[in-house]
């Protein structure tokens, strides 16, 4: 039973356009969000995060949106650049934030 | 520098022979967690230690083992490897305050033939 969900496996975006991640989740005991970030060979990277009593969280070219009504989040990126290519995980976790549950990733092109 | 240490980054071996991937954290971070990314199911959280001595399992706990002796250090054991343990492992932690983003280590791949 996937409790976070990626639908994407891959999205394609010219550079400077936007990037729109998606994801939905199940599990309504959520109450924090992540997004990461993982290259080839590399672990993941935090990238940004939103707690359950905030709509929106943005750091530079990176906002996220959570709809807690409709259990879905999404991450922007504006510009997206190529060195955005990446592998992008969705991640969420309770309050007590000792278990986390990931997302399948989407893996994001972007073309220069 | 902060980082997050696994050893082996790659290691073949075959069903049965026990092994050890050893994992360090120079953050004095209270968190660490163990992950196995496979295709198409991202990354699934094998055991958790919310402190030394404090260990808890994540959604895909079996045929592993763990230990938190001391804070920097939190090995995942494989007592008896087979070839469903297969996978890429990531080794992570974080500091103790509520929601602080993780660091991940850069992984060990393990072939278990």
């Known amino acids: 039973d996937q409790q976070v969900k990626q639908n994407s496996p891959s999205l394609s975006v010219q550079e400077g356009r936007i990037s729109i991640l998606n994801c939905d989740y199940t599990?309504?005991?959520?109450?924090?969000f992540l997004w990461y970030k993982k290259y080839p060979a590399e672990g993941p990277t935090f990238l940004i995060s939103?707690?359950?009593?905030?709509d929106k969280n943005e750091d530079g070219r990176f906002t996220v949106f959570l709809n807690k009504s409709a259990k879905h989040l999404s991450l922007h990126i504006v510009p997206s650049q190529p060195g955005d290519s990446a592998v992008y995980f969705c991640v969420a976790g309770g309050t007590s934030y000792g278990k986390l549950t990931f997302g399948q990733g989407t893996i994001l092109t972007v073309h220069p | 520098e902060a980082q997050v240490t696994q050893n082996p980054r790659y290691l073949i071996t075959v069903t049965g022979k026990k092994l050890t991937v050893t994992c360090s954290q120079n953050m004095n971070h209270e968190y660490m967690s163990w992950y196995r990314q496979d295709p198409g199911l991202g990354l699934r959280q094998i055991y958790y230690?919310?402190?030394?001595?404090?260990?808890d399992k994540g959604d895909v706990p079996e045929g592993y083992k763990v230990s938190r002796k001391e804070k920097r250090n939190f090995p995942l054991i494989l007592e008896s490897p087979s070839p469903n343990q297969t996978s890429l492992y990531f080794c992570?932690?974080?500091?103790?305050?509520?929601?602080?983003?993780?660091?991940f280590g850069d992984g060990t791949r393990l072939s278990i033939l």
């Open positions: 939103i707690s359950s009593i905030k």
């Open positions: 992570a932690s974080r500091g103790g305050i509520d929601n602080q983003p993780q660091h």
């Open positions: 599990n309504s005991m959520f109450d924090y």
């Open positions: 230690s919310m402190n030394v001595e404090v260990t």
